[in-house]
């Protein structure tokens, strides 16, 4: 099976290392990768390193319009190259362009995962109906949480049967083992003493990821 994955604006996605792995493990997994960023992106060494073949196309997201016009040909042309089984879009920018690419191409199962709902609909609703043009592209659109779920049904009016919960999950492993070093250099840095709560999150520290 030839799943091949788009992204845009990210140089680098770290838990692509994680399906790699598996793909790797399991023997029965081809993955591709089409980027769409400002400057070359780390992720192409980063796959090549793992026997994955990531392609990159120049696009300027302060530039939408102009660059998804350029990206939609690449995208379409590469799709047709490698005639994958999968396409599987992951942020809004290549997910506009790709799953139009994807539908153009003749790719049978084309996915989205959605895990920025909420954005337009509280920052910009003028481009809703975007949103919307994409869950009609998509044969499959994956949610992250009941929320997200709740969101895409009554905000973006996505058909039910093509929601999929799949929650975000980490290998704990990596992720629970504790360094008394680093421990104490955190509490020393942010001034954390003995009487504060300490609550942590993993997320880009930008307004509309909900900090107050």
């Not at 792995?21 to 960023?37: D, H, P």
């Not at 400002?38 to 530039?63: L, V």
């Not at 539908?103 to 895990?115: I, N, T």
């Not at 009554?154 to 008394?180: C, S």
Request: charged residues 25%.
């Amino acid at each position: 099976m030839h799943v091949l994955h788009t992204f845009a604006n990210n140089s680098s996605v770290p838990y692509l290392t994680w399906f790699t792995e598996r793909a790797i493990e399991e023997g029965n997994i081809k993955y591709s990768f089409l980027l769409m960023t400002k400057e070359r992106p780390a992720m192409i060494d980063e796959m090549a390193r793992r026997g994955f073949h990531a392609h990159w196309t120049r696009y300027n997201e302060q530039h939408r319009k102009r660059g998804m016009l350029k990206a939609l040909p690449w995208l379409w042309w590469r799709m047709l190259h490698k005639r994958p089984d999968i396409v599987h879009c992951h942020m809004f920018d290549d997910a506009v362009v790709g799953l139009l690419a994807a539908w153009l191409a003749g790719v049978r199962v084309r996915v989205v995962s959605k895990q920025s709902t909420g954005y337009h609909w509280h920052f910009a609703r003028k481009w809703m109906w975007v949103d919307r043009v994409v869950n009609r592209l998509a044969t499959d659109i994956i949610t992250i949480s009941n929320e997200s779920r709740q969101y895409l049904l009554e905000k973006e009016r996505a058909p039910a049967h093509k929601l999929h919960l799949v929650h975000n999950g980490i290998p704990p492993e990596r992720f629970t083992r504790k360094n008394p070093a680093t421990i104490a250099q955190l509490k020393e840095r942010f001034g954390i003493g003995p009487e504060h709560l300490v609550i942590g999150t993993v997320a880009r520290f930008i307004p509309w990821k909900g900090y107050a």
